[in-house]
């Protein structure tokens, strides 16, 4: 186990959103360190002022590097009894590629230090359905005594050999699908065969080409379900020019309808969480962290960041059941990948 060295940020005592816009900076910035140490050796103490937040970033036993298996897109994570849980898409290496992969979960005793992976938590859907080929890009929540995993379902387009699903045939898809719990520990069973939401048959519209990475919240008794879209029109600068949508319900398992426009440009993963009554988001295209008092009319509260972390993942407890949490999160789950290997890391904040 390894920790990167920790970085340090003051931070004015009146101004709660500069804190997080400090936080991501200094995630980012030991995310991009390569000065390492070994976690059993003792922090450094350093002398600092009031009104400080530290960071330290650690690579994690269970569900960090392995020779056998790639791990990628952690969940966000949520705290049932004494036990933290976290869900993730997992392949066989060499292949890092989520559109080849299962989701699987694992559990932590210590806030996420180190991690049981505990098994598979969803495999793939019968064959001729829209989550065929992989499941992936887990996200949960707790809601009246139920857990609800949203995640990114592919099918892949018939002769296609290469299998790059790269065409926005009918049957080479992405679309959200749900399976629900009596229990975080499973088992989870799909509610339909069906997705829960769906690209737009509009092929200029924001979300014609591909929708995944679903994020959840509850909010002004309703679920919303925030999730990045790509639009046919874009063909395959898409990537680059995935924007976040958002679609609510009445209740977890739908029926869900869209807003009707983009709520935030250039947003490749949907990192978002409560704030001062709004919504912050981590955009990761446009380098930039963004409110949204209304949960939908976001402004930029800083931009040029570097070095955003890949597919991160937070500890929210506004996620578990009946929590009306708002503080800052204090930690999350997120991703490295390289060439042939991708493998999770935790990351810690403190403000002192």
Known sequence: MKMHQNNLLKIHPRSYIKAIIGLTVIMLASCSSGNTQKAADPVEEQAVEDNTVTFSYQEVNGIGKDPLYNRRDPSDVIKVGDTYYVWYTRMDAPIRSGYWGTIWYATSEDEGHTWKEQGMALGLGEKGTFDSHSVFTPNILAYEGKYYMYYTGVMPTPGNSNNEFE???????????????????????RISKSPILEISSVAEDFDSYRIDDASMLVKEDKIWLYYKGRSFADGKEGPQRTKMGVAMAEHPTGPFTKHAEPILDKSHEVLIWQEEGGVASLASISESINLAPDGLHFSNLYTNLQNLPKAPGLYRPHLEDGNVATKIPGWGISMIQGQKEAYLLRYEINKE
């Open 167 to 189: 065409n926005n045939s009918v049957n080479d898809i992405t679309a959200l699908g749900l399976a629900v719990a009596d229990s975080p520990a499973g088992p989870f069973k």
